[in-house]
Structure formats: structure tokens, C-alpha cells
């Protein structure tokens, strides 16, 4: 479901279920600072949808359906802190899932 998981670039993997246990849920990938660029596979399960935004970015609305999103264009390098992602949904249940990856320095 995620081919992006390497270990020839920078890689860093989330996963978390719903509900969210608060309005939102954070990953943050701190030590991808000074790393980039970086496009990130996104998925979740048990149908309905759940809200992702990216660092300073609008929200995408992603479908939790077999087939995850690919998102590209993630910062060129990482500001200090890292990349950020938020998480919202009304789900009471099923997984969500977030894979990073960015060529390393």
C-alpha cells in the first residue's frame, strides 16, 4: 500500500486510529530539518474520510478507501521543527496512515 518506504532516502512512517481521541491529532517528522524535498502516501481504512493538513498548507479532504493519496511538493527543505501534519475526523473507527519520504542531504 505504501511503496514509498525506503531506505535509500530519508523515510519516516506515522499511524494512528480513529477517533482521534482529540479535535486533532499531530505527527510531526522533527528530524526531517535540513532534509527534503518530500512527498508523503496517505491512506486510512472503514470508509467515510478524515481531514490532512500539511505544515501551513490548506486541508485535504482524503478518502479512506484502499487507494492512498500521494501528496507531493511537501516543503524543498525542511524548516527547523521539521514537517508537520494534522488529523481530523468524525470516525469512530479504522487507521489512518502517513509515510514521509525526502531525499536525504
Known amino acids: 500500500m505504501f511503496p514509498d518506504e525506503t531506505t535509500e532516502n530519508y523515510s519516516m512512517?506515522?499511524?494512528?486510529?480513529f477517533p482521534t481521541g482529540a479535535p486533532e491529532a499531530s505527527a510531526i517528522a522533527s528530524d526531517a530539518s535540513g532534509k527534503g524535498p518530500f512527498t508523503a502516501t496517505v491512506g486510512c481504512d472503514?470508509?467515510?474520510?478524515m481531514k490532512l493538513r500539511v505544515d501551513d498548507q490548506k486541508p485535504r479532504?482524503?478518502?479512506c478507501t484502499a487507494q492512498p493519496?500521494?501528496?507531493e511538493g511537501i516543503q524543498k527543505i525542511a524548516r527547523t521543527g521539521g514537517v508537520k501534519f494534522w488529523i481530523?475526523?468524525?470516525?469512530?473507527?479504522?487507521?489512518w496512515k502517513i509515510q514521509l519520504v525526502g531525499a536525504r542531504p
Open 88 to 95: 481530523a475526523s468524525d470516525k469512530n473507527d479504522g487507521h
Open 61 to 63: 479532504d482524503i478518502e
Open 69 to 71: 493519496q500521494r501528496i
Open 46 to 49: 472503514g470508509g467515510g474520510s
Open 13 to 17: 512512517g506515522f499511524t494512528g486510529g
